[in-house]
């Protein structure tokens, strides 16, 4: 009954930001802990940061003071704000709950960070 929709990827320069955006469908949204996921070439899917319903956040060690990760309840739409990006950071990236549930996948938001 929950779609999780991820927006706002692009090509950006490095050192640069850019905000990524998670819409959700459904009110499952305001009860369980989401996350954000990113996968790059040849690589695993790893979770890059999360927040559960009260706002209790947690970061990959690759990203934390960088990505700050947010939500607005009334919107039910969280948020991944990406600051000084690095080459390292492109990636797809993909909202999901956490921990992660196969059927929300989606096609996820494609983020190039160039140098």
């Known amino acids: 009954q929950v779609q999780l929709v991820e927006s706002g990827g692009g090509l950006v320069q490095a050192g640069e930001s850019r905000r990524l955006s998670c819409a959700a469908s459904g009110s499952g949204f ?31 060690d690759s990203v934390k003071g960088r990505f700050t990760i ?3 309840n009334a919107k ?8 000084t990006l690095k080459p390292e950071d492109t990636a797809v990236y993909y909202c999901n709950f956490w921990p992660s549930r196969n059927a929300y996948w989606g096609q996820g938001t494609q983020v190039t960070v160039s140098s």
């Open 70 to 72: 947010s939500r607005d």
């Open 30 to 60: 305001r009860i369980n802990t989401r996350g954000w996921y990113r996968q790059a070439p040849g690589k695993q899917r790893d979770l890059v940061a999360r927040i559960s319903s009260g706002g209790s956040t947690n970061y990959a």
């Open 76 to 83: 039910n739409t969280v948020y991944l704000q990406m600051n």
